[in-house]
C-alpha cells in the first residue's frame, strides 16, 4: 500500500514579502514620475516640431526679403500686381479671362431683333411719379407685381 504523502505546501519567507513589498513600493512611488516624463518628453518633441516650422517659416521670409532687395523682381512685381508701365508702352488688360471651352458653350443671342411687350420707360416714369406724389405710407402699396404683368 503506498504511502500518503502530505501536499507540498507553499512556505513564504518573511525576506520574500519584504522584497515583493518594497517593488510594489517603488512601483506607485515611481509610477506618476514615470508617467510625468513620458509626458514630458511628448511636449518637447511637439515643441522641437514646432521650432521646425517656424526656422523653414523664418528662412522662406528670409528668401523672400531677399527677392525684393533684387530691382528687376520690384519691377516685375509692379508690372504684374499694379499694372505700371514705362512712359510710352501700351498696357493691355484682359478682363474676359474665361477659357475657350467656357467661350464656347456659351449662348449665342438670336440675330432678329423682338418688339418688347411692355414699354419700360412708361412703366418707369409712372412708377417714379407715383412714388413722388403719394402720401401713402409703404404698407399701403401691397405685394410687388410680378414682371410682365398688367398693372
Known amino acids: 500500500m503506498p504511502s500518503a504523502r502530505p501536499a507540498p505546501q507553499l512556505r513564504v519567507s518573511w525576506l520574500l514579502l ?5 517593488v510594489v513600493a ?8 514615470v508617467g510625468l516624463l513620458i509626458e514630458q518628453r511628448r511636449d518637447i518633441a511637439a515643441l522641437e516640431e514646432q521650432v521646425a516650422a517656424q526656422q523653414a517659416n523664418v528662412e522662406s521670409l528670409q528668401e523672400q526679403q531677399a527677392r525684393w532687395d533684387d530691382p528687376a523682381y520690384i519691377e516685375a512685381q509692379a508690372r504684374d500686381r ?3 508701365v514705362y512712359p510710352g508702352e501700351t498696357s ?10 467656357e467661350t464656347a458653350t456659351a449662348d ?4 432678329t431683333l423682338e418688339e ?9 416714369a409712372s412708377s417714379f411719379l407715383i412714388a413722388g406724389l403719394t402720401t401713402a405710407g409703404p404698407s399701403s402699396f401691397g405685394e410687388p407685381a410680378e414682371i410682365g404683368e398688367p398693372q
Open 108 to 111: 449665342v443671342p438670336s440675330a
Open 92 to 101: 493691355f488688360v484682359v478682363l474676359d479671362d474665361r477659357t475657350t471651352l
Open 18 to 22: 519584504v522584497v515583493v513589498g518594497l
Open 82 to 84: 499694379l499694372f505700371f
Open 26 to 33: 517603488g512601483f506607485v512611488v515611481l509610477a506618476p514620475s
Open 116 to 124: 418688347p411687350e411692355d414699354d419700360w420707360a412708361a412703366a418707369a
